[in-house]
């Protein structure tokens, strides 16, 4: 007949699944801004170098990481350009480390197709 307080507040505080729900929505919607302003922007500049660095070719200025400019001589297929960085000065750099192409140079035969 009477009612504890006890077994009154256990009644309600077991709400079901939408207790859970709404115990999870801020999870996912920390994860969701997380996503929309950190991992997609950083993805899509990801993509951006990715594509610079494979359009590198003969004649293009670069500006290297240490900043170094130079003018590509020959791209090489192992991941290297051979820069020249004065009138007769050649150095090898790894393409990695390219930070900017600022001038296009001429296609090679295998750009053209």
């Known amino acids: 007949m009477f009612v504890t307080p006890a077994f009154a507040q256990t009644a309600t505080a077991a709400g079901g699944p939408e207790s859970i729900l709404i115990s999870i929505l801020p999870f996912v919607a920390v994860f969701a801004i997380m996503y929309f302003l950190i991992i997609r922007p950083q993805r899509s500049a ?7 660095l494979r359009n590198i070719r003969r ?3 670069i500006v290297t990481g240490g900043g170094i400019i130079a003018k590509v001589t020959k791209v090489m297929e192992n991941g290297e350009l051979e ?5 007769q000065t050649k150095v090898r750099v790894l393409q990695a ?9 001429e296609p090679t035969a295998a750009n053209t197709k």
């Open 97 to 105: 480390m390219v930070t900017e192409v600022r001038v296009k140079g």
């Open 59 to 61: 004649g293009d200025t």
């Open 46 to 52: 990801a993509k951006k170098r990715d594509e610079m």
């Open 83 to 87: 820069v020249q960085i004065s009138e």
